[in-house]
T-cell receptor
Framework: QSALTQPRSVSGSPGQSVIISCTGT?????????VSWYQQYPGKAPKLMIY???KRPSGVPDRFSGSKSGNTASLTISGLQAEDEADYYC?????????FGGGTKLTVL | QVQLQESGPGLVKPSETLSLTCTVS????????WSWIRQPPGKGLEWIGH?????????NPSLKSRVSISVDTSKNQFSLNLSSVTAADTAVYFC???FGGGVAANDYWGQGTLVTVSS
């Protein structure tokens, strides 16, 4: 299976909102409501931010939200903060395997 | 608090088998999926595969011929074997706990261990 497509980088100023897209196919993102999003700081393990398209694990700020339309999932971060600067990865169930996106580097200006 | 810890050799020779173990503490290995995910230096995440506590497995099709994941519920551990390694298998290897439909969600992760393939 192919990796999901994410923009290499996005940026925004503190307080603004940014959207990170994750495009797949009807065999993965479009076919199941099993999309998750991870935040990763350099040298650290990823942290689960969103699962099942739009659900937030306990402890994740409600500034982070997820959605899906067709074959594209999106992560929206509102009220951007300096600490949000990190790499973000989407992940989707794809029948039996699981597939990740290539990752997006978020820069807070 | 669930904690995961990877262990195993940090250096493996080409053509040999990479073997890692993940020890789960602070919770039972039962009733969850357990995943292996890797990240080559400077690159993105790649799902290797996962195992249910009862032994059912799913593997990345691109690695399937070389990968084996097993679980030892008595020790609260699960393991990864990757055979015939090459330099392309050099990566940080993470173990993680998976849940939910599809197992695309992993909520607890080990810190990761760097495995270098080199002679």
């Amino acid at each position: 299976q192919s990796a999901l497509t994410q923009p290499r980088s996005v940026s925004g100023s503190p307080g603004q909102s940014v959207i990170i897209s994750c495009t797949g196919t009807s065999s993965d993102v479009g076919g199941y409501n099993y999309v998750s999003w991870y935040q990763q700081y350099p040298g650290k393990a990823p942290k689960l931010m969103i699962y099942d398209v739009s659900k937030r694990p306990s402890g994740v700020p409600d500034r982070f939200s997820g959605s899906k339309s067709g074959n594209t999932a999106s992560l929206t971060i509102s009220g951007l903060q300096a600490e949000d600067e990190a790499d973000y990865y989407c992940c989707s169930y794809a029948g039996r395997p699981v597939v990740f996106g290539g990752g997006t580097k978020l820069t807070v200006l | 608090q669930v904690q995961l810890q990877e262990s195993g050799p940090g250096l493996v020779k080409p053509s040999e088998t990479l073997s890692l173990t993940c020890t789960v503490s602070g919770g039972s290995i039962s009733n969850y999926y357990w995943s292996w995910i890797r990240q080559p230096p400077g690159k993105g995440l790649e799902w290797i595969g996962h195992i249910y506590y009862n032994g059912n497995t799913n593997y990345n099709p691109s690695l399937k011929s070389r990968v084996s994941i097993s679980v030892d519920t008595s020790k609260n551990q699960f393991s990864l074997n990757l055979s015939s390694v090459t330099a392309a298998d050099t990566a940080v290897y993470f173990c993680a706990r998976g849940f939910g439909g599809g197992v695309a969600a992993n909520d607890y992760w080990g810190q990761g261990t760097l495995v270098t393939v080199s002679s």
